[in-house]
């Protein structure tokens, strides 16, 4: 479902991604884990094209990007790749002057052109889903949150995504509300949504996930089964990492 060639992205003379090999399977749980300033943000910024990579390539769902595309033919390809692609950030980025429902509805009324009362009809599920049919008329300065994230995962969904990119999600939470973002993760991966998801969150890496991926310093440094990354590391930076995480 995802593939990256070679990934690599500089900022001017600093270079963030080194040549990234990663594959993730449809269905699968891939989690990043790593320190900050390793690039994880930055490969999925450049998965979802909000970052052009400086060579390699990418492939999502057999639509493949290359560094070096002229700019019409690369907006193509990433309008392809977003209409079958949901991303969730670390802040929530909902419109302020709508209501929680018509936030989700958004881009199915400008995007897809759908019917309103269409578009309605799926808003008010996926609220449902989430556990916000009772804030569908509320604003978003009205929700914790807990709830805005929600929000915004259900309005990712409502374009009806193959896969699900998640940027630390619940890094802007109050730990009480953790909680609640996971859950409504944990039920995505139930049903099978394909999800790279950039995480500090290691009891859902342990217990979700199929792949966890360590990387630092722009490269990955290990992948394997969450028990065998947790439980019997190869690499001395791996270990480190989770001395330090361990030791909190």
Not at 233 to 246: A, S, V
Request: no cysteine; hydrophobic share 40%.
């Amino acid at each position: 479902m995802i593939t990256t060639y070679g990934l690599t992205k500089s900022f001017g003379q600093h270079e963030v991604l080194k040549g990234i090999d990663l594959h993730v399977d449809n269905s699968e749980i891939v989690v990043l884990l790593g320190p900050s300033g390793s690039g994880k943000s930055t490969l999925l910024r450049s998965l979802n094209g909000l970052e052009e990579i400086t060579a390699g390539g990418f492939e999502v769902n057999g639509i493949r990007v290359d560094a070096g595309l002229p700019t019409r033919a690369r907006a193509k390809l990433i309008r392809d790749i977003r209409r079958q692609t949901g991303m969730v950030f670390q802040q929530f980025n909902l419109y302020p002057h709508m209501t929680v429902l018509g936030n989700v509805i958004e881009g199915l009324l400008t995007v897809k052109k759908m019917r309103k009362d269409e578009a309605v009809a799926i808003g008010e599920q996926l609220l449902e889903r989430v556990g916000l049919k009772d804030k569908s008329d509320a604003y978003p300065s009205r929700l914790s949150g807990g709830q805005q994230q929600r929000a915004g995962i259900a309005r990712a969904l409502a374009m009806g995504p193959k896969v699900m990119l998640f940027d630390e999600p619940t890094s802007a939470l109050d730990p009480e509300l953790v909680g609640e973002v996971l859950l409504v993760m944990q039920e995505l991966a139930r049903e099978g949504m394909t999800m790279l998801v950039v995480t500090h969150e290691m009891k859902f890496a342990r217990n979700v996930a199929n792949r966890a991926v360590f990387m630092a310093d722009g490269v990955i440094v290990e992948e394997g089964s969450p028990d065998r990354f947790f439980d019997d590391p190869q690499q001395e930076r791996t270990k480190r990492f989770l001395r330090q995480i361990n030791s909190f």
